[in-house]
């Protein structure tokens, strides 16, 4: 971790928030729980806990392993069905494959990330590739659920592959900092990840003892979530660590700081940062939908059933 780096991070455009900018105090801190998904890889639940009015349009996130996989031990999800959202993959270490019912997929590799609109609704499986099985190996990533509005919910299924070579590099104003934008914009810098809904998402690798400060909008959320080391957030310095997620108040900046040491596995702070421009529309999610509705969800239900989210391919089933 993590897979795309550069070697002097000062050959890259810096970002920092005007110095008159009020940094966003850190309302809470949480733990998140462990469980496992699919065919029983161990998973994060990221935003277990947290109140949905501090997560809007954000719906959860799972972190992935980080896990070591012995030969023939390599697991993903069967096939399942998606409606009124996007699921957005970042891989950091190991291969996905992804396949769907209207005949999408690709693979998606070390610091690709690949963004799914669900849409109206599709069946889809996620599993490691044949050769990754045979041979184990390192396996980390996360996926995010961003919630569509209504008046999306029922557009047409698509996908972004989005390569790590074009994610947007930036660094903090000392070089301190490694700053990937995968989505939205930062200081007049725009990642590639296309979004229904307005977000922003950085993968950040801070040094020890360095501190990244950037400039937010002020009419986005904030959340930050470890995935290695430990640190602190907000300007009063509020500690958290791997496995941990941060819920930021209001301003226009969001503050966060490398611990001087960090553990032997990881040698910077990493963190993922996400804002958004809340939907503030009704959200009812159960199992693999979300909608505006409890009817809406039990239209969901019938439409799965009744095979009108696609069919599993003859020659995968």
């Known amino acids: 971790m993590p897979a795309v780096t550069v070697e002097n991070p ?26 496992f998904e699919g065919e029983g890889f161990p998973v994060r639940r990221a935003f277990a806990g947290i109140d949905y009015k ?21 697991k993903g999800t069967p096939w399942h069905p998606h409606r009124g959202f996007e699921t957005v993959t970042y891989l950091l270490d190991g291969t996905f494959v ?11 590799n070390d610091g690709d990330t690949q963004w799914m609109t669900a849409g109206s609704g599709l069946l889809h499986i996620e599993a490691p590739p044949e050769s990754l099985v045979m041979s ?8 995010l659920w961003v919630n569509l509005p209504k008046s999306d919910k029922m557009m047409a299924p698509r996908y972004q592959d ?21 989505a939205g914009d930062i200081d007049g810098n725009e990642g590639p990840g296309a979004t229904h809904t307005p977000i922003t998402m950085l ?39 791997m496995g941990q997620a941060v819920v930021f108040g209001s301003g226009d900046a969001l503050t966060i700081r490398a611990d001087e040491t960090q553990e032997s596995r990881s040698p910077n702070f990493e963190v993922v940062l ?41 020659d995968a089933s």
């Open 203 to 241: 993968h950040v690798s801070v040094t020890p003892g360095a501190e990244l400060t950037l400039p937010w909008r002020a009419d986005f959320n904030a959340l930050a979530y470890g995935l290695a080391g430990r640190g602190t957030a907000g300007a009063e310095g509020r500690p958290f660590r």
């Open 274 to 314: 996400l804002g958004g421009l809340p939907i503030r529309e009704p959200m009812m999610h159960y199992g693999p939908f979300v909608m505006n509705t409890h009817a809406e969800l039990a239209q969901a239900f019938e439409d799965f059933k009744a095979g009108r989210l696609g069919t599993v391919p003859a």
């Open 54 to 74: 501090h997560l809007d349009p954000f719906i959860m996130m799972d972190q992935m392993g980080e896990v070591e996989y012995a030969p023939g031990e390599p």
């Open 98 to 108: 992804h396949r769907d019912s209207h005949g999408g997929g690709g693979v998606i």
């Open 162 to 182: 989005i390569g790590g070579g074009q994610v947007k590099l930036l660094t903090s104003a000392d070089g301190g900092a490694l700053v990937r934008l995968i």
């Open 136 to 143: 184990g190996g390192l396996f980390h990533g996360l996926q």
């Open 10 to 35: 000062l050959t890259l455009p810096r970002v920092a928030a005007p110095a008159d900018a009020h940094s966003r105090p850190v309302l809470a801190v949480s733990t998140a729980p462990s469980g």
